[in-house]
């Protein structure tokens, strides 16, 4: 059935929130990536089966729905059950029947499935209780995790297409630009633009043809926030490029996915299918007379695509390579006709905006910096995962709230925001408000919103060279700051790292960085030297240890860190024996290990598997001086 | 028309002039690698970045901009030689000068901004290649695609597809003739030409029997222009020959 009218969309609505309602019960059963790596799926059928062996789907109104993902992967494969609102975590197959009998039908909690926190050990049964969860405010992931991705009318029920038929049917293209303009919406995809004045320069735009088009190319290292919401609500990404296409005029989109996210290619596949059926894409838009229409395209596996005329050159079948912007692709993008690019998030929000209204958007944020964000929070954290909320969220209450703080306790030692191209973030900053603004000033950036933490054992020069590698290899090629300096640059930090690095190399990673910065094509060359000089900025005096003292403070790059067993610490496990990937370890159960220097590669391997914190790490330079 | 000022100097130039094409009307020179007129500008090289000024802007705001594809518009100021501009191109050439440390024309740009010697790790293998893009893009523009560049960043290279002989190269050679430091080689006679692990046979001029051009770009220039393949066979020696007699005929007519 193809809606007609506001009075069809709303019967739909109206409907699909009846059904909603008669699921007096709910396992909901995270399905996103992670969870499924870690055998969500088996778990979900495992639900099904057993709830219809029971008859209880009939008796009790009790419905197993597989979600989008929760943002708590490290803990899947998660299940939340509603209404109680419990959460369990590390779900097996096995646990199901037991599950089953005790807590959905007894409403008893199973301990040992329940959350516990790392920070104080205590277990928390209500999901949003947990941390992690209660500090968060989603706007973009506002349904992920409570609907099937695979089910539109799912979505609807919790709204979705809500803001669409507000648009469609009370709103002129004009009032929708005022309204985005009013909400402060900035481009989530790393810059910051503002999403009303790129849509008001397309719309003004003469062209044939008008395009409107979705970056899903999320490449950094770390990121995962727009593949959950693809995968997760694809329907938010919809309706806000369907809003989109009629705040411009345009008729024709594209979501260009990486291809390395099959799960998010199927859903939206799901979505745009289902969505055309219900008349909510294609032609005659809820019976308002506006066509519109996307296709997917997929990536071809380079970071660089998701640059936003590298992006469009790939959509056009040509090399994936950025070209100068000097004319804006609002003005000549896709096919050099007007072009609207956004990414994933802010597609995702444009629904709520329309749907709540732009000041309830700008009411959340900071000045100039309005809205949610969503960020993935990995690295040495205790709660990895994504996260959303407000502008302006201090770092530390991210890392250590919402976190739950370094792993093992350890000391914090740098955030690195921002993918590759973002920048360090040292402990002095921790109590920075995160927003577009205040990262910049920081040196880093907000980018795709990875947050990656690192704890002391983080050796600074060693985390820029790992973000240059990273670059080197995707990097174009077609200009020559960014291809021949990147090359450079890499050479140079092997240098420091092997303990080769003089005070001329500081001198021409700086000067190299700032040719890179000034000289580059496009983003991904001028930007590409913020990890190195975020780093050299407020760990200096690392670079300056490798180079004086040919020392890493850290204890991390291998050719100037030897590794010893404190005796008095050792209690002779044999543990570091068996982790030895080189023999060069003796010693016998119980008694005092040794660790042979002229056979230890400094691989590290007994350091994190020592039971009793017995190993440490000097300078190797020191082996040298000692036979001297 | 729009009127703008290149080191000083006002000069007007026609609608969808590039920043480049300002710099040349006012007499300034501004270096490039990968810039040819003919071909759409590329902006790879970053060698002919200047600094750029629009009415607005606070007056000591600058913004870097490549003048080979950037627009001339009106009443903006243009500084081709400003510390960090040339900074910039010196950064430039001292990276390709490590890669490319054999290359005379490199040599030679890097001298004339101050560089005898490169400070990075030169080239172990070193290239006379500065992946300009020039020869890829005269091969796309007369409508051939024969070669491209393959793989990203450090690895990136100019190729045909799977690095074996072309099958669309017409053996034209116009890639060896628009590379500016010779590095696509090639051998050609009257009677066959060789590039890219190909060799051509020659179109012959039935009169003289000297070769202009291979068969096979004598067909494809034929299809693409709608001129007789028979045209392409004439060598210019023939061409001269009868145009002299041309211009004979008419003097005896009058």
């Known amino acids: 059935m193809r809606i007609e009218s506001r009075a069809q969309f709303e019967a739909v609505q109206a409907e699909a929130k009846r059904r909603e309602e008669g699921r007096t019960q709910k396992i909901l059963v995270c399905c996103g990536t992670g969870c499924l790596a870690s055998g969500s799926k088996q778990v979900a059928e495992a639900f099904a089966h057993e709830v219809t062996e029971r008859g209880l789907e009939a008796e009790v109104g009790l419905f197993v729905k597989t979600t989008g993902c929760h943002g708590f992967c490290e803990r899947g494969p998660l299940v939340v059950f509603q209404p109680s609102g419990i959460l369990y975590t590390k779900v097996k197959p096995t646990h199901v029947a037991q599950i089953v009998e005790k807590t959905v039908i007894g409403g008893e909690v199973i301990p040992r499935l329940v959350y516990k926190n790392p920070v104080d050990g205590g277990r928390i049964p209500q999901y949003d209780e947990i941390p992690f969860y209660k500090h968060q405010t989603r706007v973009a992931m506002r349904n992920i995790g409570r609907i099937d991705p695979t089910d539109i009318h799912d979505a609807i029920a919790l709204g979705a297409y809500s803001g669409l038929a507000r648009a469609l049917f009370e709103m002129t293209p004009e009032q929708v630009l005022d309204e985005v303009e009013t909400s402060g919406q900035r481009g989530r995809g790393g810059a910051g633009f503002r999403t009303a004045r790129k849509w008001r320069s397309c719309r003004k735009a003469a062209g044939e043809r008008r395009f409107v088009l979705c970056n899903g190319d999320e490449g950094d290292p770390g990121a995962f926030k727009d593949r959950s919401i693809m995968e997760g609500d694809p329907h938010s990404v919809l309706e806000g490029m369907v809003i989109g296409a009629y705040a411009v005029g345009a008729h024709e989109g594209y979501l260009y996915v990486r291809d390395e996210y099959p799960l998010a290619v199927v859903n939206l596949t799901i979505a745009i299918a289902d969505a055309r059926k219900l008349g909510l894409l294609g032609e005659n838009i809820l019976g308002t007379g506006f066509d519109f229409d996307v296709r997917i395209s997929r990536g071809g596996g380079a970071f660089v695509c998701g640059e936003s005329s590298a992006l469009m050159r790939s959509l056009e079948g040509k090399t994936g390579e950025p070209r100068a912007k000097y004319v804006h692709s609002t003005d000549k993008g896709l096919f050099d006709q007007p072009t609207v690019l956004n990414n994933v998030e802010t597609w995702a929000g444009i629904g709520a905006i329309i749907q709540h209204g732009g000041a309830w958007f700008a009411s959340m944020g900071t000045e100039k910096s309005k809205g949610t964000k969503a960020f993935s929070l990995v690295g040495k954290v205790k709660n990895t995962g994504l996260i959303e909320l407000p502008m302006g969220t201090t770092l530390r209450h991210i890392i250590f709230d919402i976190g739950g703080g370094i792993l093992n306790d350890r000391p914090f030692k740098a955030v690195q925001t921002g993918g590759p191209s973002g920048g360090c973030v040292p402990e002095s900053l921790l109590d920075l408000p995160v927003d577009f603004e205040r990262l910049t000033e920081a040196g880093s950036m907000m980018g795709s919103g990875g947050m990656i933490v690192m704890d002391d054992r983080t050796c600074m020069v060693d985390v820029a060279r790992y973000f240059l590698a990273f670059l080197t290899e995707e990097s174009c090629g077609k200009c020559v700051p960014c291809r021949e300096g990147l090359t450079q640059m890499l050479h140079l930090y092997d240098d420091l790292i092997a303990g080769r690095g003089t005070d001329a190399h500081l001198a021409k990673i700086e000067r190299l960085a700032a040719g890179m910065q000034l000289g580059s094509l496009c983003e991904l060359g001028k930007s590409a030297p913020n990890p190195v000089l975020s780093t050299l900025r407020y760990f200096r005096d690392e670079y300056v240890a490798h180079i004086r003292d040919h020392a890493c403070p850290a204890g991390i790059c291998r050719d100037l860190t030897a590794y010893e067993i404190v005796p008095e610490d050792c209690d002779g496990c044999h543990a570091c024996f068996k982790a030895c990937p080189v023999d060069a370890i003796t010693g016998v159960t119980k008694e005092l290990h040794v660790i042979h220097h002229e056979a230890c590669i400094s691989c590290g391997a007994c350091f994190d598997v020592c039971p009793n914190d017995a190993i440490r790490t000097f300078p190797k330079v020191r082996l040298s001086t000692e036979v001297v | ?254």
Not at chain 2, 69 to 85: L, S
Not at chain 2, 198 to 218: C, H, K
Not at chain 2, 239 to 253: D, H, I, S, W, Y
């Open chain 2, 1 to 254: 028309m729009p009127s703008l000022t290149v080191d000083g100097t006002r000069v007007a130039v026609p609608d969808g002039a590039t920043l480049l094409d300002a710099a040349r009307t006012a007499g300034v020179h501004v270096p490039t690698l990968c810039h040819f007129d003919g071909l759409e500008p590329w902006g790879g090289c970053r060698l002919c970045v200047v600094d750029l000024w629009r009415p607005g802007w606070d007056p000591d705001w600058f913004k870097m901009v490549t003048a080979c594809n950037h627009p001339a518009e009106d009443g903006v100021k243009v500084f081709t030689a400003t510390e960090r501009v040339l900074e910039t191109r010196a950064v430039v050439l001292d990276l390709l000068l490590a890669r490319c440390p054999e290359t005379p024309l490199i040599q030679r740009l890097a001298r004339e901004h101050g560089i005898e010697r490169t400070s990075y790790t030169p080239n172990p293998e070193p290239t006379d290649c500065i992946l300009c893009g020039l020869c890829t893009r005269v091969c796309d523009h007369i409508g051939v695609s024969a070669i491209a560049s393959v793989d990203r960043g450090a690895g990136r290279e100019i190729a045909p597809p799977f690095h074996e002989a072309p099958p669309d190269c017409v053996g034209c050679l116009a890639c060896a003739e628009i590379c500016p430091t010779d590095c696509i080689p090639f051998t050609t006679s009257n009677a066959t030409r060789t590039i890219w692990g190909r060799t051509f046979e020659m179109l012959r001029d039935p009169a003289t029997g000297e070769a202009v051009i291979t068969t096979v770009q004598a067909e494809h220039f034929a299809a693409r222009s709608g001129v007789p393949k028979t045209y392409f066979e004439s060598s210019d020696s023939s061409k001269r020959r009868v145009m002299a007699e041309t211009f004979a005929r008419l003097g005896q007519a009058k």
